[in-house]
């Protein structure tokens, strides 16, 4: 039996993730009940099908925040874990699969699996990783159970997963002694959402869009700029759509060159998914520090979507590029106003089809059913075929 968490994060935030690890997890051991554990409305955005869903109720506090060392939190996911596995009959193998976590949930992880025989662990690193890179407690108890001291453990039957290669790569650099212990499964397609409509064709006016929350750390500062410039220069030919939201809490970046206000709730996934739909090209103009130890629910979605892509160079983007064609790379913001301006003066349909079809030959590398078998060789070890 798979038990898997997501213990962090309630509604649509990380759901198409979310929903797309749990689909590639249930296509890789289809001999083996899948029973998922989230909040209400979690769940309820993860449209599992035929997998068991089970409400949960998140910790109040610290949500966003995992590097956070929180004594209460930590009881309180060790209290979850140990229900879940209440209910798992005895003698059953299982594992405790966690989407994202936080420290603490590690460590509360491995005294379950600990304390039932035929336990074993594995924790989803979901842009929690980006917790090595910050400041450590003083407080040597806190840092005994911060990120730092959860990677360097030699746990015997708890491994790590990342969601790309590019990541596991920067792990090493940064906590090279859990290397060892962690495993790549490339964060897979929603399934689910796969459009039935074609892609669109590219003639005026053609769409550009920032897909996801509004933060520096996806680009946000950038594309406005791009969006700035290439209105003046292009007018109506140049559209521009924020699919996201900004930060309630900070004033609202200025909105005047989009096609519509930057929200400032978070979207439902339908209205999501239409404006999706109505781009040409996704621009991605991520910042390394953060997307150097987290995947890009962005990027995926324009490969769900057939949505070209002007990314910038960072690791997790770079490989996409190897199946050919899939629109620019770009070493910097004035690369990507350059080759955004290129395809608004001279727009070249032919080649845009032929970046949507390599879109659809890397879109069925990230496939549930694909992703599913490279998990299913990861547990072969502990769910003997």
């Known amino acids: 039996m798979i038990l898997v968490f997501e213990m962090n994060w309630s509604g649509t935030v990380h759901a198409p993730g979310n929903a797309a690890t749990i689909q590639a997890i249930a296509a890789g051991c289809p001999d083996q009940e899948v029973r998922v554990f989230a909040e209400p409305g979690h769940l309820q955005e993860l449209r599992l099908d035929s997998i068991a869903g089970h409400p949960i109720a998140l910790y ?15 009881r309180h996911e060790f209290a979850l874990l140990r229900a879940a596995l209440a209910a798992v009959p005895a003698g ?13 949930a590690i460590f509360a992880t491995a005294l379950a699996a600990r304390l039932r025989p035929g336990t074993r662990a594995q924790i989803g690193l979901h842009g929690d990783l980006n917790a090595l890179t910050g400041s450590r ?3 040597p108890l806190r840092r005994a159970f911060d990120l730092h001291a959860a990677m360097a453990r030699p746990w015997r039957h708890l491994r790590f997963l990342v969601l790309e290669d590019a990541i596991r ?27 039935v409509e074609p892609a669109a064709t590219l003639a005026p006016p053609i769409r550009f869009g920032f897909v996801g929350q509004a933060t520096e750390a996806k680009g946000i500062t950038s594309f406005l700029a791009i969006a700035r410039t290439m209105k003046s220069r292009h007018g109506a030919a140049a559209e521009f759509d924020v699919i996201g939201r900004a930060d309630p809490r ?3 970046p200025d909105a005047s060159d989009l096609i519509a206000p930057i929200a400032t709730d978070y979207l439902a996934r339908a ?8 781009l040409h090209y996704v621009v991605l103009p991520l910042q390394g520090a953060y997307y150097r130890l987290a995947a890009s629910g962005a990027l995926l979605d324009a490969v769900t979507w057939l949505k070209p892509v002007i990314a910038g160079q960072v690791p997790i983007v770079a490989p996409w590029f190897t199946h050919g064609d899939i629109g620019h790379l770009c070493a910097d913001e004035a690369e990507m106003l350059a080759a955004i301006d290129a395809i608004l003066t001279w727009p070249d349909p032919e080649r845009y089809a032929a970046q949507v079809a390599t879109m659809r030959i890397a879109r069925d590398t990230r496939s549930p059913a694909a992703t599913g078998q490279r998990y299913s060789a990861l547990m072969r070890g502990f769910f003997p075929p």
């Open 60 to 74: 109040p506090q610290f949500q966003g925040r995992p590097g956070i060392v929180a004594w209460r939190r930590m």
């Open 92 to 104: 059953e193998p299982c594992l405790l699969m966690l989407l994202s976590t936080t420290s603490t």
């Open 137 to 139: 407690s003083r407080h």
């Open 169 to 195: 790569d920067e792990l090493a650099r940064l906590a090279p002694s859990a290397l060892p212990r962690t495993d790549v499964l490339p964060l897979p397609i929603n399934a689910a959402e796969l459009p």
């Open 250 to 252: 900070h004033p609202p």
């Open 271 to 278: 209205e999501f998914t239409r404006r999706l739909a109505a």
